[in-house]
């Protein structure tokens, strides 16, 4: 969602029209009818324009649960390799589907199709992976000899924030404990 507060921030400075237009095709995504606008009942009207980009940003995640059929696992990464020296060579190739090609699928879609809905799923895709693609872990995996068919972009490697916490993998700490506004040198052993 962060990605979408900051591509607001920056339409509202530099371009404020923008986002009348791109609130007119998110209000026409499959989910605004029944789950966006209650969310933004909630919401004070004047931020109703930020709440409604951060909803369409956190969607491609909440389809997972809620309508599998729309899931696209593949797109929310690309498990570059990061090969350290001294490591195998037997270093996997990248997946032919992955967020680079979603990326390019979603634009194209925006921009030739006249399906006013595929657009908005289309738009909303690409909030959420702007996101993604900025999230280390979203990018590249590690091969070592530990990890000869690499991590999984941080799934495969456990961490703890404190002796006395659970671990987790590296990813959900990124994805989770990093980004999220309690920071893990202020927590309590």
Request: net charge negative; hydrophobic share 40%.
């Amino acid at each position: 969602m962060l990605s979408a507060i900051i591509t607001y921030q920056v339409l509202r400075q530099e371009s404020p029209q923008s986002i009348e237009k791109v609130k007119a095709v998110l209000e026409k995504h499959p989910w605004y009818a029944n789950q966006w606008q209650a969310r933004l009942q909630d919401v004070p009207v004047g931020d109703h324009g930020l709440a409604l980009f951060m909803q369409a940003a956190r969607w491609a995640d909440d389809v997972r649960i809620q309508e599998k059929a729309q899931n696209r696992p593949r797109w929310h990464y690309i498990n570059l390799p990061f090969k350290p020296e001294g490591q195998p060579v037997n270093v996997q190739a990248r997946e032919p589907v992955n967020i680079l090609t979603a990326m390019a699928e979603n634009e194209s879609i925006l921009k030739n199709q006249n399906d006013i809905e595929r657009k908005a799923t289309a738009l909303a895709w690409l909030f959420h992976l702007v996101g993604d693609i900025h999230q280390p872990l979203h990018t590249a995996q590690i091969f070592t000899v530990d990890y000869p068919n690499g991590d999984r972009g941080g799934n495969e490697i456990c961490v703890r924030v404190t002796q006395a916490e659970q671990p987790m993998d590296l990813h959900r700490f990124w994805d989770g404990v990093i980004t999220s506004s309690v920071s893990p040198q202020n927590r309590q052993p």
